[in-house]
């Protein structure tokens, strides 16, 4: 081996880089420039952390929390989760059978490390979030993508999953509503896959970080109401950074059976210990203080997701399925593809993203980065006056192209 030379390891370089990779880069360039960028790309909510998690944040530093805590997480926040979730779902859980994370991604993280071996196939609808595919291979597993058709409202359709599941399928995810669509699961969709996880063994990764910011009458359907028997194969992935937005306090949880967390507790004791402690007391508040904050984001967010939808449908060309939940839209812009402006051609999600922040200073995420190229996510997650400005920007720039 040359001196000098670093060999990375073979995880890594399986991992593709991301796409927005380029278009991130730019906006960043542009804006240090002085350009007016809206920016539409951002996963979190505009609204700041309500302002008594942010003083119990503040007064758990001045009471002298900290230093470590249980790897876990402290028992009276996961005692609060365990609560939580008989109070608004009726489900049963200890606080053994819960961890606290640095973060939902964290804690879907050490859920494929505890749960995955080499070979182990994984079932995930697509259009996905981009961390899935990434955390099942650095896992050792292996990503296996269940179309999602637009036409269906991106629900998942029984007879495609079937198509897809092998005797090696470990697992399946559900995340509804869902990044990037916004496309909640239908009832039927998830008593099929309740029925082939019971039949198959599957674990059920179910993805609940948006299940707060819904937009239809009564609560969602879930995995666990349709079928309580799966208890024992369901790990429920959750947290407080977007029901509350806190974001960067990084605060996670998952629920699920007793073996499967002791497994996290022990990966987690040798990543990252346990989550802040400040955070943790913060997200107690969160949990256990007033509980009128999701509503107040999903009032916010109403508007403004009509207002998206409609101007994105009136575009010639442009479909956009109606977002169920989330605070995103993902419009289908593939009609424009082929299109040229300036000797540059648009040929997929990426070049027409760069184009809109070039064109248009409107930052967007391309819809490769979640494995569909033919759309671009928009969060709505700003004020309408910023949509309706970033929408006048697109509209000149598409009458460009040819």
């Not at 080499?118 to 179309?147: H, N, R």
């Not at 090696?168 to 099929?192: C, D, F, H, Q, Y």
């Amino acid at each position: 081996m040359s001196i000098g030379k670093i060999v990375l390891a073979d995880r890594v370089l399986q991992i593709p880089p991301s796409p927005t990779l380029a278009v991130n880069a730019k906006a960043k360039a542009l804006r240090a420039a002085g350009a007016d960028i809206l920016n539409f790309s951002v996963g979190e909510p505009d609204l700041p952390t309500p302002t008594h998690v942010c003083n119990a944040g503040k007064q758990a530093i001045y009471d002298g929390h900290t230093r470590y805590t249980p790897v876990p997480g402290i028992l009276e926040l996961r005692e609060a989760i365990c609560a939580r979730f008989k109070r608004e779902q009726g489900w049963e859980y200890t606080p053994d059978e819960i961890q606290v994370s640095c973060g939902g991604k964290h804690g879907l993280y050490n859920i494929f490390q505890a749960i995955l071996n080499p070979g182990d196939e994984v079932l995930i609808p697509l259009p996905y979030w981009v961390s899935y595919p990434p955390m099942v291979q650095l896992a050792g597993g292996t990503p296996v993508f269940v179309p999602l058709r637009e036409e269906n409202g991106f629900d998942l359709e029984p007879s495609v999953l079937e198509q897809y599941a092998t005797s090696k399928t470990k697992a399946i995810i559900l995340n509804s509503p869902s990044n990037p669509t916004g496309a909640v699961l239908s009832l039927a969709a998830l008593e099929v896959v309740a029925a082939m996880a019971l039949e198959h063994g599957w674990l059920v990764v179910s993805d609940d970080m948006y299940e707060e910011i819904s937009y239809t009458e009564g609560k969602i359907p879930h995995i666990l109401h349709v079928d309580p028997r799966l208890r024992d194969q369901v790990l429920i992935s959750n947290g407080v950074s977007k029901s509350y937005a806190m974001t960067g306090w990084r605060i996670g949880y998952t629920a699920g059976p007793l073996d499967v967390i002791k497994a996290m507790n022990k990966i987690q004791s040798q990543s990252t210990s346990n989550p802040a402690a400040p955070s943790q007391y913060a997200a107690l508040a969160a949990l256990t203080g007033p509980q009128d904050f999701p509503a107040l984001l999903r009032e916010a967010f109403l508007p403004r997701r009509s207002f998206f939808v409609r101007e994105l449908q009136a575009l010639e060309g442009v479909s956009c399925v109606t977002p169920m939940g989330a605070f995103y839209v993902f419009p289908n812009f593939s009609a424009y593809y082929g299109k040229t402006c300036q000797g540059k051609t648009i040929d997929g999600s990426v070049a027409l993203a760069d184009y809109f922040l070039s064109e248009a200073r409107v930052a967007s995420v391309p819809g490769a980065a979640f494995g569909a190229d033919d759309f671009i996510r928009f969060s709505f997650a700003t004020s309408l006056e910023v949509i309706g400005k970033g929408m006048e920007r697109i509209k000149q720039a598409l009458k460009v192209l040819q």
